[in-house]
């Protein structure tokens, strides 16, 4: 099996948003085409994994840098597709996001899991993660969402 680590490009985004379905998130063409865009604006990266001229893993990785804790890399949405998991695509997509890490002078890498996903977390450990804590995540809506904000006359 041939395949290619290479950064995503917008001919990819039916492939992405299946992927981001397999990781349980729905969302639009549209919607990962803009994302898609908003991500490489802000400078962080989405590498694909192309098997074929197709995406059949992806990996989105930034940097964030906060006052308590410095600059680190986080690794989101790492997802293979459900056939081809087991056949080493998510560890070198990790280490092609491990890589351009450290091409951005990233001195660690996190990654956030839910605590559901038993399976990534067995994953990650077998990469050499180590688990420093478990958090709640809180969310809260700001304002109404503008459909509803927007009279059928406007
Ligand atoms: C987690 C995921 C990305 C791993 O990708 P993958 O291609 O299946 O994993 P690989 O074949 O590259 O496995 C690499 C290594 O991890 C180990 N590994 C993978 N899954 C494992 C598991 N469930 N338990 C223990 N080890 C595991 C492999 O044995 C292999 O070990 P090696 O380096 O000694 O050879 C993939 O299974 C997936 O997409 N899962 C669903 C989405 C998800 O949970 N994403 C993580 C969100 S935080």
Not at 20 to 42: T, W
Not at 45 to 55: Q, S
Not at 116 to 124: D, K, L
């Amino acid at each position: 099996m041939q395949i290619q680590y290479r950064d995503a490009s917008p001919s990819d985004v039916s492939a992405l948003r299946r992927l981001l379905q397999e990781l349980g998130y729905v969302a639009g063409e549209a919607q990962v085409l803009e994302r898609l865009d908003q991500v490489r604006s802000q400078g962080s990266n989405i590498i694909v994994a192309d098997l074929e001229g197709e995406a059949v893993g992806c990996v989105h990785v930034l940097v964030e840098v906060r006052l308590a804790e410095g600059c680190a890399g986080e690794i989101v949405s790492l997802v293979v597709t459900g056939p081809l998991r087991g056949s080493g695509i998510g560890k070198a997509l990790l280490e092609e996001a491990c890589a351009w890490l450290k091409t951005q002078a990233c001195p660690t890498v996190r990654v956030r899991a839910n605590a559901i996903r038993h399976h990534a977390h067995r994953f990650y450990a077998s990469q050499g993660f180590q688990e420093i804590k478990t958090q709640k995540v809180f969310t809260k809506a700001l304002g109404e969402p503008l459909l509803e904000t927007i009279s059928p006359t406007d």
